[in-house]
């Protein structure tokens, strides 16, 4: 990536302006217009579709960068002084807590519309999907038997008594699975499961979804559960971690729980019409081809076809249909579960 001409540090925010030189010669669209974007994101396939919006359109993209759970309040604390036109974050839970947060604007496309799956976008067009993650199973080939694992219900299982790995139940992709278990099993079986997945801790919870891999590696436990792209990622750059070790989708109906990330337009947006045309590139299949070569991560548009050897590799998985806005509105039921079963 080229962050050109400026990186800023700006209230204590990462600011770049991905300015491309000689974009925009050709269209002359960009009559000089900059398109503020806020984004929890920090991956490669992001800051190329950046650029090649800036190279078709002549925009100057300017991005502030905020971990998860800080966008919410830099992009209410920016206010007018440096207000967002296109908020983009991972994980259904986050889209929904900046929805409740007031910081979108509806948007009516017929692009978003015809190429974002219902499921996988707002009702009101208030946020919308652009890559799809899988929460899977990772376990020891050595230790495990395949046959063991039949579904998420299996890392319950007495079988698996210290065995398992796990991140802590703060993080939003956990409150995200576990929001879609209560909306398929009930919210007390939703909990006995937390129950016996925490009773099955090799160790407290610790670290991100790569750190589970690499416990499980080193005999720390024997399963875990992450973020398909996370694994992809190990197995492409570092495959000495991720051998000996193979993933299991959990399958069982109604399919492997799928969260989102997404972007909107922001309520504020100085430049709305614009950050609409954003939204309506990101999901182009030049750039949703971003997002599964360079981050690993599904398109959300079905029909985009790419090329990863490494996420071939992984194989295919029936994905649960689930709206991503029951993700959202589970969040703090799940949480609650997760308090009372006592997996920190
Ligand atoms: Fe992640």
């Known amino acids: 990536m080229r962050i050109l001409p400026t990186i800023a540090i700006l209230a204590g925010l990462f600011v770049a302006a991905?300015?491309?030189?000689?974009?925009?010669?050709?269209?002359?669209?960009?009559?000089?217009?900059?398109?503020?974007?806020?984004?929890?994101?920090?991956?490669?396939s992001d800051y190329a579709l950046y650029e090649a919006f800036e190279e078709e359109t002549g925009v100057t993209v300017e991005v502030i960068e905020a971990d998860g759970d800080l966008l919410v309040e830099r992009i209410s604390a920016a206010g007018?002084?440096?207000?967002?036109?296109?908020?983009?974050?991972?994980?259904?839970g986050r889209l929904w807590r900046a929805e409740q947060a007031g910081l979108f604007a509806p948007v009516s496309s017929?692009?978003?519309?015809?190429?974002?799956?219902?499921?996988?976008?707002?009702?009101?067009?208030?946020?919308?999907?652009?890559?799809?993650?899988?929460?899977?199973?990772?376990?020891?080939?050595?230790?495990?038997?395949?046959?063991?694992?039949?579904?998420?219900a299996s890392l319950a299982d007495p079988a698996f008594r210290g065995r398992v790995c796990a991140r802590s139940s703060g993080n939003v992709y956990n409150i995200s699975l576990l929001a879609a278990l209560?909306?398929?099993?009930?919210?007390?079986?939703?909990?006995?499961?937390?129950?016996?997945?925490?009773?099955?801790?090799?160790?407290?919870?610790?670290?991100?979804?790569s750190d589970q891999i690499r416990a499980v590696a080193a005999g720390e436990c024997d399963v875990a559960i992450v973020n398909h792209y996370y694994f992809a990622r190990l197995a492409g750059e570092e495959p000495a971690v991720t051998e000996g070790l193979a993933i299991y989708w959990p399958n069982a109906e109604p399919g492997v729980h799928v969260n989102i990330s997404g972007m909107g337009v922001s309520r504020n947006a100085p430049n709305p019409e614009l950050a609409r045309q954003f939204l309506e590139f990101?999901?182009?299949?030049?750039?949703?081809?971003?997002?599964?070569?360079?981050?690993?991560?599904?398109?959300?548009?079905?029909?985009?076809?790419?090329?990863?050897?490494?996420?071939?590799?992984?194989?295919?998985?029936?994905?649960d249909p689930l709206a991503a806005t029951v993700l959202g509105e589970n969040q703090a039921e799940a949480q609650r579960l997760f308090d009372r079963a006592g997996w920190q």
């Open 110 to 152: 017929e692009i978003l519309e015809a190429r974002v799956p219902e499921s996988m976008r707002h009702p009101d067009g208030l946020w919308f999907a652009v890559s799809t993650r899988a929460r899977i199973i990772v376990y020891a080939e050595e230790r495990v038997d395949a046959g063991a694992l039949t579904g998420y």
């Open 182 to 209: 209560i909306d398929r099993w009930g919210a007390d079986a939703a909990q006995q499961w937390a129950q016996g997945v925490a009773a099955n801790f090799a160790r407290e919870p610790l670290g991100g979804d």
């Open 18 to 44: 991905c300015g491309s030189p000689d974009s925009g010669s050709e269209m002359g669209a960009g009559n000089g217009q900059t398109l503020t974007i806020y984004s929890s994101r920090h991956y490669d």
């Open 282 to 319: 990101a999901v182009s299949d030049r750039a949703q081809r971003f997002f599964a070569e360079l981050t690993n991560e599904y398109p959300a548009v079905a029909s985009v076809t790419y090329e990863n050897a490494v996420l071939d590799e992984l194989g295919d998985f029936q994905a």
């Open 80 to 92: 007018d002084r440096n207000p967002a036109d296109v908020i983009i974050t991972a994980d259904a």
